[in-house]
């Protein structure tokens, strides 16, 4: 080594000290602005929740364990909601670059009406378990947001005052076939009276699943105190008071309760349901008839030929038979295969805003949001709901900017790659 290399080496690894001075009270007055307080406690737990994750451990410190299990389980072993959710994380988005996204436009065009965001309020039953303002804090909340809000036939609200809580937005009602069917005609009648638009004619309950957290709580409608109730209710006090200072539950379907809700819907659904029910609603019905709850291609195959105007695929939020086909798995060769004639929905899973947009880009017109809205509902009642929407709405707007794409339309199966864990076996090998 030269005496010339060792000098250079020497100065490029002298340290140059840092130059300090006292700070001057002006550059520190814009430091010490400190964000003001809320004194509202609900405000600030729902302002610091950023995903709907953070909304669920909200709603499961606040709701009595019979009741937010009844709202998060699923059947027997919740393999269908758990591979439902793990289908939109195995999700690869391929985005495309240099595209102008100022601005980007989540407004669709569903069921010939307008939605703000390209998902629904779904059906959820005796939604006033979970917190007191029920479906009333749901439609409204839909209605404030521009979003569709759709009401249960176990719904805990009437017909009539979904519509009174809604009165500008759209309301669409979801209809189960009873062993009474002058029950469900009634019900259809109803809501075509009060102006809902579409009605999704449920078709996966037969009977009800084995959803066993209600057994082992030992849930029942109306909720009835037991020593771990009791125990379970001590931190919980105000979801009590709610409940207990409230109007009691109505059911506008059940003609009594008393058990658990598999053993209600059991009592009141029909095994003996036909293609011949759904033609009798068609005729009761006069706007959009959708059927929810179809597993396979054939059957959307069938329901194009007949002209109804729109399917669901659903397994039900995993609550019904387990092991069931994933909704979003079967979406890319259903919409490919009928996507032209009907409209696409999808549920189950839903919890993130890309979740979203990924069933868009495969061809579905919206999804419907069912735990991702009640863990907003029991996290702070009516402005949970508003969170949960613009959380969504949020990660929305974000994923289409990261894609550069500035419309819903622009979203094409190329920009979702579904990555694959389960391989269905060839039987024939």
């Not at 065009?109 to 007191?132: E, K, N, V, W, Y």
């Not at 009873?178 to 019900?187: A, N, Q, T, V």
Request: charged fraction near 25%.
């Amino acid at each position: 080594m030269t005496e010339h290399s060792v000098s250079d080496s020497t100065v490029s690894n002298a340290r140059i000290p840092v130059k300090r001075q006292l700070p001057k009270p002006a550059d520190i007055a814009p430091l010490m602005k400190f964000k003001k307080f809320d004194f509202n406690a609900s405000r600030r737990r729902l302002s610091a929740a950023l995903t709907i994750e953070d909304l669920y451990k909200i709603a499961k410190r606040r709701t009595p364990k019979a009741a937010f299990d009844y709202t998060d389980g699923a059947a027997e072993g919740e393999f269908s909601l758990t591979r439902a959710r793990q289908a939109f994380e195995d999700v690869e988005f391929n985005p495309s670059i240099l595209r102008n996204v100022t601005s980007v436009d989540m407004s669709s065009q569903i069921m010939d009406g307008p939605s703000a965001l390209p998902f629904a309020i779904g059906p959820t039953g005796f939604t006033r378990l979970m917190q007191t303002e029920g479906e009333i804090a749901g439609a409204s909340a839909a209605g404030a947001a521009g979003i569709p809000f759709t009401l249960s036939t176990l719904g805990t609200t009437s017909i009539e005052d979904v519509q009174a809580a809604n009165p500008h937005g759209r309301n669409w009602f979801q209809l189960y076939v009873m062993k009474d069917r002058e029950i469900s005609y009634g019900l259809t009648e109803r809501a075509a009276a009060a102006g809902f638009d579409t009605l999704f004619f449920t078709v996966d309950t037969p009977v009800a699943g084995a959803r066993l957290r209600d057994k082992r709580n030992g849930f029942s409608i109306p909720p009835q105190l037991s020593l771990s109730t009791i125990v379970n209710a001590i931190p919980r006090p105000w979801w009590w008071i709610d409940f207990l200072t409230t109007p009691p539950l109505e059911f506008a379907s059940l003609s009594s309760t008393g058990g658990t809700v598999g053993e209600l819907l059991d009592k009141a659904m029909d095994p003996s349901i036909s293609f011949e029910d759904l033609e009798i609603i068609r005729e009761l019905f006069p706007g959009k008839l959708v059927v929810k709850g179809v597993q396979n291609l054939e059957d959307a195959k069938k329901l194009a030929d007949l002209g109804v105007d729109g399917i669901v695929l659903s397994n039900h939020g995993g609550r019904q038979l387990d092991r069931a086909p994933v909704p979003f798995h079967l979406l890319p060769k259903v919409a490919r295969e009928v996507g032209a004639d009907l409209e696409i929905g999808v549920d189950t899973g839903v919890m993130n805003g890309a979740d979203i947009v990924s069933a868009v880009a495969h061809g579905a017109k919206y999804t419907f949001i069912g735990r991702a809205y009640l863990y907003g509902l029991m996290a702070g009642g009516r402005p949970g709901v508003d969170r949960a929407i613009e959380i969504l709405a949020e990660q929305i707007e974000r994923t289409m900017k990261l894609l550069q794409v500035s419309d819903l339309s622009e979203l094409r199966p190329e920009h979702v790659t579904q990555l694959t864990r389960l391989v269905p076996v060839d039987p024939k090998r």
